[in-house]
């Protein structure tokens, strides 16, 4: 399964993500050999996967000089393999989405609060008038914005369940998980190639979800 090069993160990677990569598994980040081989793709997943670069990342006592790209590709593709999710684009989309939407840098520091929050009703409104592109597009807003609110802000919609009455995590998880269906079906997700990857995160939506309510704690703060 291929994901457009929106949704992916091993395309984005720079230049300080293979030199960090370099130091954890070769303690040189200058080594050419290192460099050459990881140039295939099928190489760089492999070493991806090695669980020093996982606890390379978790262990770190200063600020990660790495790309968003990377940072959460290593993990979410280690989050989902821990839930036995293997497919390496459902972890290429995801980090994808995490890259874009969570701050991680110190000016940005994670309190909690989602940025550019969307309310469902507002959606909603909004999808009843879409047609074509626009109204795939929206779907796939939605969707996204509501796995990362449910995935990685819980406490966030906890919080608004108990002191507003808002709608919980189930009504959230839902709306995301409807939202990815409705977008699978348009004809333009076949079109931009995201049919399969849409049809995963609908099937696996809530393994998914909890897979990054555990990575959620783990979150650390981006050099620059």
């Known amino acids: 399964m291929e994901v457009p090069l929106l949704y992916t993160c091993t395309a984005r990677f720079e230049e300080r993500d293979l030199l960090f990569l370099a130091s954890v598994i070769t303690g040189d980040q200058s080594d050419q050999s290192f460099r050459r081989f990881v140039l295939e793709r099928e190489e760089l997943l492999l070493v991806l996967d090695d669980e020093r670069v996982f606890r390379a990342i978790l262990d770190s006592c200063t600020l990660l000089n790495v790309s968003p790209w990377f940072y959460f590709y290593v993990l979410v593709r280690h989050s989902l393999k821990r839930s036995s999710l293997e497919e390496v684009a459902l972890a290429e989309y995801l980090g994808a989405v995490l890259a874009e939407r969570v701050p991680v840098g110190p000016a940005d520091a994670l309190k909690g609060i989602p940025s550019g929050f969307v309310h469902s009703v507002d959606f909603l409104g909004i999808l009843d008038q879409a047609t074509g592109d626009t109204r795939y597009e929206l779907l796939v807003a939605a969707g996204n914005q509501f796995l990362v609110l449910t995935g990685i802000f ?59 309510n555990r990575l959620a704690d783990s979150l650390v703060f981006l050099a620059s």
């Not at 269906?181 to 995963?200: F, M, Y």
């Open 154 to 212: 819980p406490d966030y919609i906890r919080q608004r369940a108990e002191r507003h009455g808002a709608p919980g995590l189930a009504y959230y998880e839902s709306f995301a998980r409807s939202s990815f269906h409705q977008a699978r079906d348009c004809p333009v997700a076949r079109k931009r190639g995201t049919s399969e990857v849409l049809d995963t995160l609908m099937q696996v939506l809530p393994e998914a979800r909890r897979s990054l």
